[in-house]
Nanobody, 115 residues
Framework: QVQLVESGGGLVQPGGSLRLSCAASGITFSSYVMSWYRQTPGEKREFVAL???????NYAASVKGRFTISRDNAKNTVYLQMNSLKPDDTAVYYCKAVRFTRTFWGQGTQVTVSS
């Protein structure tokens, strides 16, 4: 059974930092492209960042320079370090794993940026 479990969300003030984690099980983690997406109520889920099995990365323009995605294949975990957070970053953040035709999503973790 495949599971992706996100953690690390919470309430943070503008300008603050959070680190999200996504722990995977039931997949050959190192072979998967891992991504983070986010979604606000009434909006489409949007791409945030991805990391390939070769550690190549890509970011949405809105987070580039503030967010960093990384992975630890020994721990089957992908991370999203979020710095200089803004109120517009408030959303539910989801982890996604993709390999060929197989796609899996986590259940999401809430991030709220507010003073």
């Amino acid at each position: 059974q495949v599971q992706l479990v996100e953690s690390g969300g919470g309430l943070v003030q503008p300008g603050g930092s959070l680190r999200l984690s996504c722990a995977a099980s039931g997949i050959t983690f190192s072979s998967y492209v891992m991504s983070w997406y986010r979604q606000t109520p009434g909006e489409k889920r949007e791409f945030v960042a991805l990391i390939t099995s070769n550690d190549d990365t890509n970011y949405a323009a809105s987070v580039k320079g503030r967010f960093t995605i990384s992975r630890d294949n020994a721990k089957n975990t992908v991370y999203l370090q979020m710095n200089s957070l803004k109120p517009d970053d408030t959303a539910v953040y989801y982890c996604k794993a993709v390999r060929f035709t197989r796609t899996f999503w986590g259940q999401g973790t809430q991030v709220t940026v507010s003073s």
